[in-house]
């Protein structure tokens, strides 16, 4: 089950964290894997360890908001493997503030890289997807996405986008063989999750992880292996009959 032989899977933001994650995962179970990146350096340090480990892997430097940079490659990945069968949407950047602490900078800066770097890089892969008469696309939206959660203004705005962008590619698409989901995480433990803690937390590093840990009911914040999973089933052939679906994975929240 779940064998991703002979598919290649783009998955961007790979070069850490949950993007870092899926696409181990995904080179594991058989998959040529692209990571895009715009930290090229971390990027090409997990494709090495990828295929230091006997997998598929290359990377490619790339900023989602950037037109010419998705197009330049998408076009390499297309040449270098043939043919593009999956693509996670997980590159992403966050905002912490109301609409009042949230300036215009902020604003787009979220929705250059949470929203259009969805629809860059979605516009990118579909003509590939379309000509070999099908594919996945996965998105990485939030539970942002479906409840408020204070200060969050120009996140929450933009993983609403997601979601939204998730069913409407999904119904656009259906009759063409490409289905497309997204995922909605809670609070997941990430390198970038200790670094916002440690550069606005001083000090009080352990006690602010905790109270991170304490928003979801199971008493702990996810792991990107868990999500990571998560997105091998929805890219995965034996997800064939899910599409405009949003997957919570959230210990608990959405229940509470």
């Known amino acids: 089950m779940f064998d991703l032989s002979a598919k290649t899977a783009v998955v961007t933001g790979s ?7 899926i696409a181990r995962l995904f080179a594991r179970q058989g998959a040529r894997v692209a990571l895009l990146d715009v930290d090229a350096a971390a990027a090409a340090s997990v494709a090495e360890d990828i ?22 490659a998408f076009a390499d990945v297309v040449g270098r493997f043939g043919r593009l069968d999956i693509l996670v949407n997980n590159a992403g950047v966050a905002q912490v ?17 949470n929203v259009k770097g969805v629809y860059l890089c979605s516009r990118a892969a579909l003509p590939s997807m379309l000509a070999q008469g099908g594919g996945v696309i996965l998105n990485m939206a939030s539970i942002a996405s479906m409840i408020g959660v204070p200060e969050r203004f120009a996140y929450s705005m933009s993983k609403g986008a997601v979601l939204t962008m998730t069913l409407s590619i999904a119904v656009d698409y259906v009759k063409r063989n490409i289905r497309c989901n997204c995922i909605c995480p809670a609070r997941i433990h990430t390198p970038f999750v200790d ?28 792991r990107p292996d868990e999500v990571a999973s998560l997105a091998l089933y929805l890219c995965s052939d034996e997800a064939a009959f899910v599409t405009g679906a949003a997957y919570p994975i959230d210990g608990g929240v959405l229940a509470t």
């Open 15 to 21: 070069g850490s964290g949950i993007g870092e994650a």
């Open 51 to 72: 295929r230091t480990s006997g997998g598929a892997a290359e990377s490619w430097p790339c900023d989602v908001s950037n037109a010419r940079q998705v197009q330049v």
């Open 97 to 113: 503030g109301d609409v009042m602490a949230t300036n215009e900078e902020d604003l787009d800066r979220v929705y250059r890289v």
């Open 195 to 222: 670094g916002y803690v440690s550069a606005h937390y001083p000090g009080r590093e352990a006690e602010t992880l905790a109270r991170l840990a304490a928003y979801q009911p199971v008493g702990r914040m996810g």
